[in-house]
T-cell receptor, first 114, second 112 residues
Framework: DGGITQSPKYLFRKEGQNVTLSCEQN?????MYWYRQDPGQGLRLIYY???????QKGDIAEGYSVSREKKESFPLTVTSAQKNPTAFYLC?????????????FGPGTRLLVL | SQELEQSPQSLIVQEGKNLTINCTSS?????LYWYKQKYGEGLIFLMM???GGEEKSHEKITAKLDEKKQQSSLHITASQPSHAGIYLC????????????WGAGTKLIIKP
């Protein structure tokens, strides 16, 4: 079955540490996205990529970095520059040009700071 | 900045009762999307509305977009425990087809 996988389900970060969240899809989707979800708030876009080797900053990119070396993979690194990283992180993918109507979401990774 | 207001923030409904969730924008939208999220999980796409006055149904869930394309309502008839979760609306205010703005979500609890 096609879908999006995210790992790990829970991630703990120490002060000053960079951590990487994994996102893999086997839907053959060109576009992939990273969102951050905080309690009582809507989703906020961190980064998105519409094709391999290309990505754009979203609304809250500071303190985060991404890469898109393969179509099926879009890992997100939360760097030490992100001072408030505790949140639920959601990865999504969609067919390029058809956007939200075809958007699939992964199960999410909850990041906690030790 | 563009905002999407969702109401109510939370809702407790007796099983079998009907309920409505609203999503409002100050500007005309190109598209309005409803998603459902179980706590701690990803979002599941429910419905997309694009035309003014459009109405779509899936099982016991009906969503409508007003004529001005600024407000949408999600109506659940004869609620069941399986309807419990967080309902989020997302909207495309720029016609970008990929970048959405989001409501804060409505947490729905079904009392048996």
């Amino acid at each position: 079955d096609g879908g999006i996988t995210q790992s790990p389900k829970y991630l703990f970060r120490k002060e000053g540490q960079n951590v990487t969240l994994s996102c893999e899809q086997n839907l053959n989707h060109d576009a992939m996205y990273w969102y951050r979800q905080d309690p009582g708030q809507g989703l906020r876009l961190i980064y998105y990529s519409q094709i391999v080797n290309d990505f754009q900053k979203g609304d809250i990119a500071e303190g985060y970095s991404v890469s898109r070396e393969k179509k099926e993979s879009f890992p997100l690194t939360v760097t030490s520059a992100q001072k408030n990283p505790t949140a639920f992180y959601l990865c999504a993918s969609s067919i390029r040009g058809q956007g939200a109507a075809t958007k699939y979401f992964g199960p999410g990774t909850r990041l906690l700071v030790l | 900045s563009q905002e999407l207001e969702q109401s109510p923030q939370s809702l407790i409904v007796q099983e079998g009762k009907n309920l409505t969730i609203n999503c409002t924008s100050s500007k005309t939208l190109y598209g309005l999307y409803w998603y459902k999220q179980k706590y701690g999980e990803g979002l599941i796409f429910l419905m997309m509305l694009q035309k003014g006055g459009e109405e779509k149904s899936h099982e016991k869930i009906t969503a409508k977009l007003d004529e001005k394309k600024q407000q949408s309502s999600l109506h659940i008839t004869a609620s069941q425990p399986s309807h419990a979760g967080i309902y989020l609306c997302g909207a495309d205010p720029w016609g970008s087809n990929y970048q959405l703005i989001w409501g804060a979500g409505t947490k729905l609890i079904i009392k048996p």
